[in-house]
């Protein structure tokens, strides 16, 4: 997030990552993980970027369109029983979509991520998009789960409920919420 100008606070619940795309080791990778580790970053450098980058994108559709859907952080939304369902679900369409472009993440990957969010993270804990969706930003929404949507439909993936959370944040793309 950015606090004020020049000044970023990193939120994040796990060390950073780097790779190259295509999987391969090269000194360049090596050397921002070596100046960063001497910064005192916690960082690695991986050769499953592809999986890893869906990993993140699933987890941020899903997590995000339940957290905003349910105008709720994470902990309510996980205590509801119906609210923690619909992220289990939106994180399973997740990795259909993932699946049917050929990315291979596997099934069991919505129950570790509930895991990981219910011991990781604090209850209090908003995705970017929630965040700027109170704020009256523009949301990211075409990115996300617009996104998700438009490759679930090229790949023969059904995305009944990541729909329904691009439909409910499409009138606020530009903003606006903050204003209501």
Same mark, same amino acid.
């Given at each position: 997030m950015i606090e004020k100008? !020049? @000044?970023? #606070? /990193? &939120? $994040? %619940? $796990?060390?950073?990552? #780097? !790779?190259?795309?295509?999987g391969s080791l090269t000194p360049r990778i090596d050397q921002l993980v070596g100046s960063l580790e001497h910064?005192? /970053?916690e960082v690695e450098s991986r050769t499953d970027m592809q999986s890893f980058l869906w990993d993140k #994108? /699933? %987890?941020?559709?899903? @997590? !995000? !369109?339940?957290?905003?859907? %349910? &105008?709720q952080p994470l902990g309510p939304a996980l205590d509801t029983p119906e609210t923690k369902d619909l992220m289990i679900r939106l994180l399973q369409e997740g990795v259909a979509v993932a699946q049917g472009v050929g990315i291979d993440l596997p099934p069991e990957l919505p129950a570790k991520l509930i895991e990981f969010l219910s011991n990781r993270l604090p209850p209090t804990h908003r995705t970017s998009m929630f965040e700027d969706l109170l704020e009256g930003? &523009?949301?990211? @929404?075409e990115a996300l789960n617009g996104t998700l949507v438009r490759l679930g439909r090229e790949h023969g993936v059904e995305t009944p409920l990541h729909f329904a959370v691009y439909a409910a944040l499409k009138p606020y793309v530009n903003g606006g919420l903050a204003s209501l």
């Open positions: 100008p !020049g @000044v970023i #606070f /990193v &939120r $994040s %619940a $796990s060390m950073t990552s #780097f !790779g190259e795309i295509d910064a005192g /970053v #994108f /699933v %987890a941020i559709c899903g @997590v !995000g !369109g339940a957290e905003l859907l %349910a &105008r930003k &523009r949301l990211e @929404v």
